[in-house]
């Protein structure tokens, strides 16, 4: 699996404001936001439920990434789901820093790989037991 993902109570705005608090709280930060309803709505006339993709960034973790491996800014940000399923609940997933990064056989990049994943565990883990 390249991802791991929880359902969040709430409505679409709220838990993506509720992702993105999370993830500052883990040094993340929002570099683009794709909102794929306007786009496949504008693009090709086609309705779709809400869905966008947050390119989530830890600055000094993308620094040892680059550091280890310039290239590996192909497959940097971290990407992260908000999407609205058929019922109306809200999903949040995440890419899965460990499944992606094991492309790159540089030193130090596994070690990268799990603790960029431990932030989003307890992002993930913050969605779903708020204090």
Do not use: W
């Amino acid at each position: 699996m390249y991802s791991f993902s929880t359902q969040v109570k709430g409505d679409m705005a709220s838990v993506e404001q509720k992702v993105v608090e999370a993830l500052k709280t883990e040094g993340f930060g929002i570099l683009t936001e794709i909102d794929v309803q306007a786009t496949l709505k504008k693009k090709l006339g086609i309705d779709h439920r809400p869905y966008r993709i947050l390119g989530a960034c830890n600055p000094p973790l993308a620094h040892r990434a680059l550091e280890a491996d310039p290239d590996i800014g192909l497959l940097l940000p971290c990407n992260v789901v908000v999407r609205e399923e058929a019922d109306g609940a809200v999903t949040v997933a995440f890419m899965d820093p460990v499944a992606v990064l094991t492309l790159v056989e540089r030193e130090g990049v596994a070690a990268l790989a799990a603790e960029v994943r431990a932030r989003l565990e307890r992002v993930r883990h913050a969605l779903v037991n708020p204090e």
